[in-house]
């Protein structure tokens, strides 16, 4: 199923180049055809992959702005994409897709530098949705451009971070989770609150993923992490 991106024209206009090239890996036709469609309607640029081993290939030619990546793939874990595209320093945004529901699956998507997770089946609008999510905090910037709390500096407009003046590499949810803590020192934020800014939706099951990201930030951030204060039952904060 690979090629060359595709678009269509509805009313007379191309559409499908607008808002940049996403990756599809899905190696279910019918499932893959389904998001491609709204894709392409949205405005995006869809090229599908039904294995790992060339959505990996395509990844590094193309440079895709997302990956809707199936866990489920006949030769390798969706997850394993994942763990390689991180392993290259790639931290294209990656959103997994996959029937499989169990909780420790959608951790340790997230624990691999996935994004966010979708279970089948799903709404296609609100996967489009979600990839637009993504790509908006990837691509958004705030007035003030240097943060600093405890021994971690961040860079907004260019979205780097740095510990006692080393660089660290997060995804793009990892950023925006540390950039929305660092905004608000002393104050603490739930977890619904922060899904709900970060993630862009609201979701008592959906706590959960905040804790593994709140994990995944203080592994990375070795001695700046000390900064994160867990508030038990609540949420978190951070404090100089």
């Not at 969706?78 to 169990?102: H, I, K, M, N």
Request: glycine letters at 10%.
């Amino acid at each position: 199923m690979s090629g060359m991106p595709e678009s269509v024209e509805e009313g007379g206009q191309l559409t499908g180049y607008d808002r940049g090239l996403v990756l599809v890996v899905e190696d279910e036709w019918v499932i893959a055809d389904l998001v491609r469609t709204y894709l392409v309607r949205d405005g995006f640029t869809v090229i599908v992959e039904a294995t790992g081993e060339a959505a990996l290939a395509t990844a590094h030619r193309h440079r895709p702005v997302a990956l809707i990546l199936d866990i489920m793939l006949p030769d390798m874990e969706g997850t394993e994409v994942c763990r390689r595209l991180r392993s290259r320093q790639d931290w294209t945004p990656v959103l997994f897709l996959t029937a499989r529901d169990e909780e420790v699956d959608r951790l340790l998507g997230l624990e691999l530098g996935g994004d966010d997770y979708i279970t089948k089946p799903f709404s296609p609008r609100e996967l489009v949705a979600r990839v637009r999510a993504v790509l908006r905090r990837a691509s958004g910037t705030v007035a003030e451009d240097i943060r600093c709390v405890g021994l971690v500096k961040s860079d907004m407009p260019r979205r780097r971070v740095f510990v006692e003046d080393g660089p660290v590499e997060l995804t793009v949810t990892e950023f925006d989770l540390l950039a929305y803590l660092m905004g608000r020192p002393g104050r603490v934020c739930t977890r619904s609150d922060l899904l709900a800014a970060v993630w862009g939706y609201r979701s008592d099951v959906g706590v959960r993923t905040v804790d593994v990201h709140i994990a995944q930030l203080r592994a990375k951030l070795g001695r700046g992490a000390r900064m994160i204060r867990t508030v038990r039952g609540v949420g978190y904060s951070v404090e100089g």
